[in-house]
């Protein structure tokens, strides 16, 4: 198995950064050396402006070197949409500053999947993509957290059309690095580990059977 995705550094747009964020921070750096990765899934759910988000991220991108850092935007958090995200990215001005993208936090977040949102944002500054799927109703805005990391659905069995997402992305002129599925769901899980990873693995297979979907 191929370890195509390191994460996770958070607070690096804090002025005063802890002894182990710092620490976690060198480690994501070292296992991307480890196992021959070369970009990192950042989050952060702090809310700065976007130039002060901006500043921190072009000192972590330096920091980085030739490791791309690719920023998750999620709708509980100080990157809430795309539109933010391509903002704080495009103002740092760093070549290896890029955006992942989640179809679960896409949808959560109120976003069309339609090419108009990511009009303006160059394909190749989309580094990672992950895909699942969501529930009709979302959890309430105050525990939204909670839906995503309990209960996401697989890719195809939700109403957030994950295939017409992925078309979208293939559209778009995307080519990431890493294509992830990411279904983090408590219900699925406790089937076991081989049947959740079969199911999500056939719900997968489903979204690209459909011809042009397929990256």
């Known amino acids: 198995m191929q370890v195509t ?4 550094i958070v607070q690096w747009a804090e002025d005063n950064r802890s002894y182990e964020q710092k620490y976690k921070e060198q480690m994501c750096f070292h296992m991307c ?15 700065y402006s976007v130039e002060h988000t901006a500043q921190k991220l072009k000192e972590l991108c330096g920091r980085a070197g030739s490791l791309v850092i690719g920023v998750e935007p999620m709708p509980y958090s ?3 949409n795309v539109k933010r995200a391509w903002e704080i990215v495009k103002a740092s001005e760093c070549e290896n500053a890029k955006i992942i993208l989640d179809s679960w936090h896409w949808l959560r977040a109120n ?26 109703r979302a959890y309430a805005e105050n525990v939204l957290r909670d ?3 309990h209960d996401r659905l697989a890719p195809g069995t939700g109403c957030g059309d994950t295939a ?36 999500n693995f056939e719900n997968t297979k489903k979204c690209w059977k459909v011809p042009g979907r397929r990256f």
């Open 147 to 149: 839906e995503s990391m």
């Open 164 to 199: 017409a997402f992925c078309r979208m992305l293939k559209e778009k002129g995307v080519q990431p690095r890493a294509f992830g599925v990411e279904v983090i769901s408590d219900s699925i899980l406790a089937r076991g580990v081989e049947e959740a990873a079969r199911f």
């Open 33 to 47: 050396e480890l196992f021959g990765v070369s970009h990192i899934n950042c989050g952060m759910m702090e809310t």
């Open 5 to 8: 995705e390191v994460e996770y």
């Open 111 to 136: 976003q069309l999947i339609d090419l108009c949102v990511l009009e303006g944002i160059p394909a190749d500054k989309i580094v990672s993509v992950q895909i699942n799927d969501v529930y009709e």
């Open 78 to 80: 100080g990157i809430p």
